[in-house]
T-cell receptor, first 110, second 112 residues
Framework: NAGVTQTPKFRILKIGQSMTLQCAQD?????MYWYRQDPGMGLKLIYY???????DKGEVPNGYNVSRSTTEDFPLRLELAAPSQTSVYFC?????????FGPGTRLTVT | GDSVTQMEGPVTLSEEAFLTINCTYTATGYPSLFWYVQYPGEGLQLLLK?????DKGSNKGFEATYRKETTSFHLEKGSVQVSDSAVYFCALSSNRDDKIIFGKGTRLHILP
């Protein structure tokens, strides 16, 4: 199993640009999550999904959108990038109470 | 709501020193408790877990005991190594919903 994979690893965006952060898992886990981690800080939940077709807001959803058309994929969309969205983004799945994290995407908005 | 509080860092120790990172929680019911570790430039990975009171989780020389009476899950290691330098997150999983609650993380520096 590849586990949870994320692409790209790094990205630099200009203010106002859009992009999609990709996340995929091959463990057939129903629950998936997007977090952001600002420098020196803990994790903040952006969105999560309990299964294909179902998504819900987390703690900091503004400026982001998600979709979950399949069990495997859970992309995160930024429509109008702002400097406040500079962060490291982690995708994760959950199974039997244990969270499995991807390697992260480091995003810089300038 | 449910919450996790862990000691603020950074924590700096010399190699072979004894480590304790405190973690307390607030939750209704009987949550599962976790310690995750994040090495530089990587995602979080599970270090150890305990699913019920008085359980002891252990891995790589680290231990933590689920203490319901003090609502604590302190992380300990008898002799730390430089390679243990990382950020450590305490977390809980409530059986009532679908989210893991993370503490803010404690950065650990081990000096050779």
């Amino acid at each position: 199993n590849a586990g949870v994979t994320q692409t790209p690893k790094f990205r630099i965006l200009k203010i106002g640009q859009s992009m999609t952060l990709q996340c995929a898992q091959d463990m057939n886990h129903n629950y998936m999550y997007w977090y952001r981690q600002d420098p020196g800080m803990g994790l903040k939940l952006i969105y999560y999904s309990v299964g294909a077709g179902i998504t819900d807001k987390g703690e900091v959803p503004n400026g982001y959108n998600v979709s979950r058309s399949t069990t495997e994929d859970f992309p995160l969309r930024l429509e109008l990038a702002a400097p406040s969205q500079t962060s490291v983004y982690f995708c994760a799945s959950l199974h039997r109470g244990e969270q499995y994290f991807g390697p992260g995407t480091r995003l810089t908005v300038t | 709501g449910d919450s996790v509080t862990q000691m603020e860092g950074p924590v700096t120790l010399s190699e072979e020193a004894f480590l304790t990172i405190n973690c307390t929680y607030t939750a209704t019911g009987y949550p599962s408790l976790f310690w995750y570790v994040q090495y530089p430039g990587e995602g979080l990975q599970l270090l150890l877990k305990a699913t019920k009171a008085d359980d002891k989780g252990s891995n790589k020389g680290f231990e933590a005991t689920y203490r319901k009476e003090t609502t604590s899950f302190h992380l300990e290691k008898g002799s730390v190594q430089v390679s243990d330098s990382a950020v450590y997150f305490c977390a809980l999983s409530s059986n009532r919903d679908d989210k893991i609650i993370f503490g803010k993380g404690t950065r650990l520096h081990i000096l050779p």
